[in-house]
């Protein structure tokens, strides 16, 4: 049973961070690719951040030079290190994996965690 599950979320204040984690299991992590999304109230889904099996990442604009996201194949897990944070970037965080990078950046993954709450105060 494939499960990704998030962890991290929470309050923080305008310019605070957060680092949100997705523990992975039931999939064979190292050949999956993984991406980080988010839902805000009464917006679509929008893809933040992607992480390639070999490391490369993909940023929406709106989150470069203050999202990171990164992968560590042997704890299975996937990280979203969130600086200099903003009203705007409250939403509910997803994390989901796919078998293609292709799936990822369409916002079509195989499997999807349960979310994170994010809000950021001003």
């Known amino acids: 049973q494939v499960q990704l599950v998030e962890s991290g979320g929470g309050l923080v204040q305008a310019g605070g961070s957060l680092r949100l984690s997705c523990a992975a299991s039931?999939?064979?992590?190292?050949?999956?690719?993984m991406g980080w999304y988010r839902q805000a109230p009464g917006k679509q889904r929008e893809l933040v951040a992607a992480?390639?099996?070999?490391?490369?990442?993909t940023y929406a604009d709106s989150v470069k030079g203050r999202f990171t996201i990164s992968r560590d194949n042997l704890k299975k897990t996937v990280y979203l290190q969130m600086n200099s944070l903003k009203p705007e970037d409250t939403a509910v965080y997803y994390c989901?994996?796919?078998?293609?990078?292709?799936?990822?950046?369409?916002?079509?993954?195989?499997?999807w965690g349960q979310g994170t709450q994010v809000t950021v105060s001003s």
């Open positions: 989901a994996s796919a078998g293609t990078i292709a799936a990822i950046l369409k916002s079509t993954p195989s499997w």
């Open positions: 039931g999939i064979i992590f190292s050949i999956d690719h």
């Open positions: 992480v390639t099996t070999g490391g490369t990442t």
